[in-house]
């Protein structure tokens, strides 16, 4: 069984939930860390939370400070293209969002000049940007894809966000929700994808828009993207809160 499944709010009662975050967190810290956690009682289960909550957030500076801006992610050749990519989320393919490109608007708010809504006609007039690259899922699996839109960083630029702001937030319309730093916001990869090979995205890949940044874990790319906002105050995500580590360089 997936980890998405696992996971998924609706099938979980709390304790489950609660003991498969202390458990990935647990996994995902440093033997350095986990030797912090000799001198807790595992059996207070608050306790371990907290050091490992802690951890887990140091864990995200080390990761920023270790952000290279300028180093690009790996690309490949359209012969190196994963088919068909897989499909992935925290619900079946049949529970894809089925959403009218001609009604959709993107909401933009927050530390921001211009909040005036986008429709893809208007995304389509900026300039797009092309690329190749691999897709890293945290359950263990990678693909490679090829997507194309707007570079983040232009779009960013374009409504006026304020580009010291800490973080960039986003809405889904499969109640998904997630956040990137703003360094990441900003990395010449990361574009806000419109298509996927030559055609429109298909709606199991994100249709109408799909945040992808090939510098993060799969699940740091939120698909069906309906509003964005900037803030200096983390938004977290829908799996960062409940365990994920929410740097999740790849």
């Given at each position: 069984?997936?980890?998405s ?7 979980a ?11 990935f967190l647990?996994?995902s ?12 009682d ?18 995200d500076r ?5 952000f290279?801006?300028?180093r690009?992610a790996?690309?490949y050749a359209?012969?190196d293209?994963?088919?068909p ?18 009604d959709?608007?993107?909401?933009v708010s ?6 005036s ?6 995304l ?13 899922c945290?359950?263990?699996w ?5 997507w ?12 006026g966000?304020?580009?010291r ?21 900003l ?21 109408p828009l ?8 799969g ?5 069906h993207i ?11 995500g829908?799996?960062?809160d409940?365990?994920?580590n ?5």
């Amino acid at each position: 069984m997936s980890l998405s499944k696992r996971l998924k709010r609706s099938d979980a009662t709390p304790d489950l939930v609660r003991l498969e975050r202390r458990l990935f967190l647990r996994n995902s810290l440093s033997l350095g860390a986990l030797a912090m956690l000799t001198g807790c009682d595992l059996t207070d289960g608050d306790a371990v939370d907290k050091v490992l909550w802690a951890m887990s957030r140091w864990n995200d500076r080390v990761q920023a400070w270790l952000f290279d801006p300028d180093r690009l992610a790996p690309t490949y050749a359209e012969s190196d293209i994963t088919k068909p990519f897989p499909f992935n989320a925290f619900y079946a393919i049949d529970d894809v969002p089925d959403i009218d490109g001609g009604d959709w608007q993107l909401e933009v708010s927050g530390l921001v000049q211009d909040k005036s809504p986008w429709t893809l006609e208007r995304l389509r007039t900026l300039p797009q940007q092309s690329q190749i690259t691999r897709h890293i899922c945290i359950e263990g699996w990678s693909a490679i894809g090829q997507w194309s839109g707007v570079p983040f960083r232009t779009f960013l630029e374009r409504i006026g966000a304020d580009l010291r702001a800490r973080y960039v937030g986003f809405k889904c319309a499969d109640r998904y929700y997630s956040s990137l730093d703003m360094a990441t916001a900003l990395h010449p990869q990361t574009i806000l994808a419109l298509d996927y090979g030559k055609d429109p995205l298909p709606p199991e890949y994100g249709f109408p828009l799909k945040l992808r940044v090939p510098t993060k874990l799969g699940f740091k790319n939120p698909k069906h993207i309906a509003a964005l906002f900037v803030t200096n105050d983390n938004p977290g995500g829908y799996w960062e809160d409940q365990g994920y580590n929410w740097y999740s360089g790849s």
